[in-house]
């Protein structure tokens, strides 16, 4: 890291943030602060929705996925398009009917307080994890970069988003999302390019993308049946669509952020521009995941990827174990190296049994090395049973650091902090939003002004932020970023869309049949993910608990009879 790197990181996060602060700094009205402009187009509406989604996380953890597990992850986004669809077809439309701040206020309307607040309290359990994931991936640059300790570094991490959040609101959130997008994807652009033009010019492009084949990983769709497999093209269409509908549809961090729109059109395009393109941008990120795997099979990758649980425990007293694997992988990796070169000459002559052979022995020297890895990460267990043996977060930044020219490091650094700060935003308002408006007069009692509810969601914004700090110093345990939000919302979000798909198609069912139905599926979605007897793709939770609310409300209903009484819905 030079001074030019600092200048550009430093210059980019806390300009647009500060810029976002001051833009909005006299935002006192309710609609404003909760919702945003009403004047907001399509476009910043798409871009805003993207940037929610697509946290640091994405960047820092989706390509280390790809490297380790190949490309099959992006069938998670499968039933994504479909999700975006039905939305808009059916969610938006009934949310600025009813003029809702928040999505579980259309379930107070539909059914009554209790479901509402239930609602409400599965989304801030579920969110509030999931905001310091978010807060915690950023952290991990700073500190290996800046050599900061990293619980320091999460605490000022969160203080600067918490800073312009609490200043401007939903309305911050949207305009510095905008920028912060902007910079995300010029910054991965530029990134892709280096990569390509890093590459050995001994070999084509096609070259390369069949040596990442070869080694498993452009494997991008499974069509197998087999619930035990994480990704298939199942789990993606069904489990993902199901995920997805209830992300778009009835996570306050996306329907705050689609709105904001002056009008329903605006709100539908900018829904259809990630039905659009979020596929094909989280592919890229994927893709270049595995061509990273490819850059390391030429350039000797560390035998570790988190360089400071390396350092620490190489002096250590297990530092002689692991400098004779370290040793091991370096001869491994080079006759790996020179048997790839030696099977892409084979493909290119007129001896098949020669490429056979030639590929055969390039298997070998993968698999070899691999076990050393697995080995190294058994002697690091070994030293500290607390340490987090996975690195798989750290290969991205591991190349960012060493091989990208000076200033350009300063970009993608800013890329993956600009996109904590756009999502953790948009997660904290979201809290807030929520608390203020759903759980706030409950609690009082009694309906505010709107001065004393701008001041309270301010308050509120604070106190997630402090929450998801919190949060964020124990993020460490998870094995990998990206799949923690993900298996967190999976283990909520289909009891959620199960209350909301209640009250859009089954009219009679009330709220008391639909309050214990909801809290029996969580229970048993709970059973599904920590009972050690049950081992299925965490994407199903998603179709399990939205299958079992709609059907235990079915079941309520009809015993409770009479007594599951019905909210009439408000027309206007």
């Known amino acids: 890291m030079t001074t030019l790197d600092y200048l550009v990181l430093l210059g980019t996060i806390v300009g647009i943030a500060l810029y976002g602060a001051w833009k909005t700094r006299h935002n006192q009205h309710l609609s404003t602060y909760l919702k945003g402009d009403a004047h907001t187009g399509w476009g910043t509406i798409g871009l805003s929705v993207m940037a929610t989604q697509a946290s640091a996380i994405t960047f820092l953890s989706m390509p280390g996925l790809s490297y380790e597990n190949g490309m099959a992850f992006v069938q998670n986004y499968f039933g994504m398009p479909i999700a975006l669809i039905v939305v808009a077809a059916v969610f938006l439309p009934l949310y600025r009917k009813l003029n809702v701040y928040t999505a579980y206020e259309f379930l107070g309307a539909r059914f009554d307080t209790k479901t509402r607040v239930l609602g409400a309290c599965l989304f801030l359990l579920q969110r509030g994890l999931a905001a310091g994931i978010t807060i915690y991936a950023p952290a991990i640059i700073v500190s290996t970069v800046l050599g900061w300790n990293l619980d320091l570094t999460i605490v000022l991490s969160g203080a600067l988003v918490i800073l312009y959040t609490v200043t401007g609101g939903s309305r911050a959130v949207s305009l510095t999302q905008k920028y912060q997008m902007a910079v995300i994807l010029a910054g991965m652009a530029t990134a892709f390019g280096i990569l ?90 994927l893709l270049l995941g595995a061509l990273l795997f490819v850059f390391y099979q030429f350039e000797r990758p560390p035998l570790f990827f988190n360089e400071t649980t390396w350092t620490t425990h190489a002096a250590g007293e297990h530092g002689d174990t692991l400098r004779a694997l370290e040793s091991r992988f370096g001869e491994v990796h080079a006759e790996k190296a020179q048997r790839i070169d030696a099977w892409l000459a084979a493909r290119d002559g007129a001896d098949p049994a020669a490429a056979e052979t030639a590929h055969a022995a390039m298997l070998a020297a993968h698999s070899e090395s691999q076990q050393i890895r697995a080995e190294t990460r058994d002697a690091l267990a070994a030293a500290d049973p607390r340490a987090k043996t996975t690195d798989s977060d750290f290969v991205f930044l591991t190349f960012i650091l060493g091989h990208l020219p000076h200033g350009v490091i300063g970009l993608l650094l800013a890329v993956i902090f600009s996109a904590a700060l756009s999502s953790t935003a948009a997660e904290l308002n979201a809290l807030a939003s929520t608390t203020a408006v759903d759980i706030y007069p409950t609690l009082m009692r009694k309906v505010g002004t709107e001065k004393r509810y701008v001041a309270a969601s301010k308050w509120f914004t604070a106190l997630w932020g402090v929450v998801a700090v919190a949060f964020a110093l124990f993020a460490n345990l998870v094995e990998n970023l990206i799949e923690a939000v993900n298996i967190v919302g999976s283990i909520f979000y289909g009891v959620v869309l199960g209350m909301f798909l209640v009250a859009f198609f089954l009219k009679k069912i009330g709220g008391t049949a639909v309050f214990w139905a909801a809290i029996a599926a969580q229970t048993i979605v709970l059973v599904c993910k920590f009972s050690p007897g049950i081992t299925i793709s965490y994407l199903w939770f998603n179709l399990i608990g939205c299958a079992a609310t709609v059907i235990l409300s079915l079941v309520l209903h009809t015993i409770l009879g009479p007594r599951d009484r019905v909210e009439p819905l408000p027309t206007s």
Do not use: C
């Not at 489990?239 to 002056?262: E, W």
């Open 196 to 285: 390509v033009a890093k590459m050995p010019a001994a070999h084509s492009f096609g070259d390369l993308l069949h040596v990442a084949g070869s080694l498993g990983k452009l494997e991008a769709v499974d069509f197998s049946l087999d619930f035990d497999k994480r990704y298939t093209i199942w789990s993606g269409i069904f489990g993902g669509l199901f995920l997805s509908l209830s992300y778009f549809g009835t996570d306050q961090s996306q329907v705050q952020r689609y709105l904001a729109g002056g009008s329903l059109r605006a709100s539908r395009l900018g829904l259809m521009f990630n039905a659009v393109f979020k596929i094909p941008m989280q592919f890229a990120i």
